[in-house]
Structures are given as structure tokens and as C-alpha cells.
């Protein structure tokens, strides 16, 4: 089967949604190719997303972002794109039970986190334990104890960034790294009653309030490289200042794009590729 579409949106998260309603709301065709939970599922609540003065979690943001975009006929698909490729100036992009035509793309594909092995992770991320983002939520962690896990010198830069918050912050580091920057070594990590436990060689166990993971993400750009876009350094795609990758009308917007890896900052450059991707299609 064929679809047809003048805008595809790849990736159902905060991004994604937000360029699907503005596409909707310039009249445009749109489909969201939706391949799983977005990583703001892991939000147990964010006080940093605009207009939500006591907070939001991450599922019931995600909702009401996709019923905004249902209310102005965004089409969603379940599934992911298995390949994509360029063609007479448009696109054709192949899902398990799909090939889509689009004359224009945006991805907002994200990125995923490296996470420790321990037990009890996912769940502690929840309860908001064990935590991602020190911009979203360190706030919420003044003058708590803290410690920090890391195999690299981004766990340096996370200490530093938190002891604006508190000075009861702690660098863990793992095996790969033993030694890094003065940081602590450990024998065992566990979560226990809403706090994490570090036993460590010789030393008594401690416990902290929050366990923050600088342990670094991998963007999902794997669609975009087949294309031959570039990436930066970091893995990131690089875009023009709307949005546009180094192919010609392949957009990117959200955390797999170089930047802050924020709701606020996503939803501000989903508005500038969908601007971006209307005027094309309109040969403005």
C-alpha cells in the first residue's frame, strides 16, 4: 500500500508533534510515522515546560500534544521507517506495511540515553530518582545529596553544572574510567526506599537522594546519513538556520539536532521547520 503525504514527520515526540500541528494549521498533508515512546516518557514531571506553572509529566504532555495535532487532522501511523531515499526531488520512506511518498521530511527522531546496568533503573527514573537532565530538574534538588555516574569528563562538567544547586555532589565513576578527575570508585549501586545506596571498598554505604546518569546519548540519525546528510562532531545533524539538513528538502528538529536537549527548544525549532517546509512547498 501508498500513501501519499506533502509533509512526513518522523518521530511522535514533543518536536515532531508540534511541526505536525503548525504543517496542519498551513493546510498541508501531513502524516507522523510514530515509532515508539519518545524519550519524554521518562519525564515524571517537568516544572520547566512552558505554560505549565505546576508542572506536567511527561505522558500527559505528549497526550495533549497529539490531540492538538488530531484536532487539525495530523494522520498518525504506528511503526518505524525502515529506509528512506530520495527521488526527483521528493522522498519515498518504507515502513514494515508501508511506502509513503513525501514531498517534504522533518526528523525528529531524538536520541536515546546509555543507561547503567543496574536494577531498578527504568523505575527509578520514574520516581525520579535516578535522573537525565540537570537543566530540567536540578532546581528540584537543592541542597539534596547527589551523586553522579559517568565513564568520561561529561561527569566532570555535570558536577560543576549541579554545584549551583548543591555542594553535596558526588562523581561515581565506572569501571572504564577508575581514576577519571578525582572521581569515586564503587563496589555496588542499588535503589532502596527512594534513595540510591553506594557501597564502596572500605567505606560504609552512603546514601543518596538522586542519582544523576552522565553517561551521553546516541541521536538517532540513521535515516539522514543513508541520505548522505552530515553530522557534526557529536553525531548530531547539522541544519541550516530553518531547520533544513545538507539534503535538499530534509528537515531535522529536536534532540537529534545540536543543542539543548529541551521541550522548549524543540518545540521552537519544530515551528521553524514547519515554517520552512510550508514556504518550500508553496515555492516561496
Do not use: K
Not at 557534526?232 to 530534509?250: A, F, H, I, K, N
Amino acid at each position: 500500500m501508498s500513501l501519499e503525504f506533502e509533509a512526513v514527520i518522523v518521530g511522535a515526540g514533543p518536536a515532531g508533534m508540534t511541526a505536525a500541528t503548525y504543517l496542519a494549521r498551513f493546510r498541508r498533508r501531513v502524516l507522523v510515522v510514530d515509532g515508539g515512546p519518545s524519550r519524554a516518557t521518562w519525564i515524571p514531571e517537568s516544572h520547566n515546560t512552558p505554560g505549565f506553572p505546576h508542572g506536567v509529566g511527561g505522558d500527559e504532555l505528549l497526550r495533549r500534544l497529539r490531540e492538538q495535532a488530531e484536532a487539525f487532522g495530523v494522520v498518525f501511523e504506528a511503526g518505524r521507517v525502515g529506509d528512506i531515499r530520495g527521488t526527483d526531488g521528493a522522498f519515498i520512506l518504507e515502513t514494515a506495511d508501508q511506502r509513503i511518498n513525501a514531498a517534504t521530511v522533518l526528523l525528529a527522531t531524538g536520541v536515546v540515553d546509555r543507561l547503567p546496568g543496574i536494577e531498578g533503573i527504568e523505575a527509578a527514573i520514574l520516581a525520579s530518582v535516578a535522573r537525565i537532565c540537570p537543566i530540567c530538574d536540578a532546581f528540584e534538588a537543592i541542597d539534596r545529596r547527589i551523586a553522579v555516574l559517568a565513564d568520561g569528563p561529561l561527569g566532570d562538567r555535570e558536577v560543576r553544572f549541579l554545584q549551583t544547586y548543591s555542594q553535596d555532589v558526588t562523581l561515581l565513576t565506572l569501571e572504564a574510567s577508575r581514576g577519571h578527575g578525582g572521581a569515586v570508585r564503587f563496589e555496588d549501586l542499588r535503589f532502596d526506599g527512594g534513595q540510591l545506596v553506594v557501597r564502596r571498598p572500605g567505606v560504609a554505604e552512603t546514601r543518596y537522594d538522586h542519582l544523576y546518569l552522565a553517561l551521553g546519548c546516541a541521536s538517532q540519525t540513521e535515516l539522514a546519513i543513508r541520505l548522505g546528510a552530515l553530522q557534526d562532531e557529536g553525531g548530531s545533524l547539522l541544519v541550516d538556520s530553518r531547520q533544513m539538513t545538507t539534503v535538499e528538502g530534509l528537515y531535522a528538529a529536536g534532540d537529534v539536532v545540536r543543542g539543548l536537549n529541551q521541550i522548549a527548544v524543540a518545540a521552537g525549532e519544530a515551528a521553524v521547520a514547519a515554517t520552512a517546509m510550508h514556504n518550500r512547498l508553496r515555492g516561496a
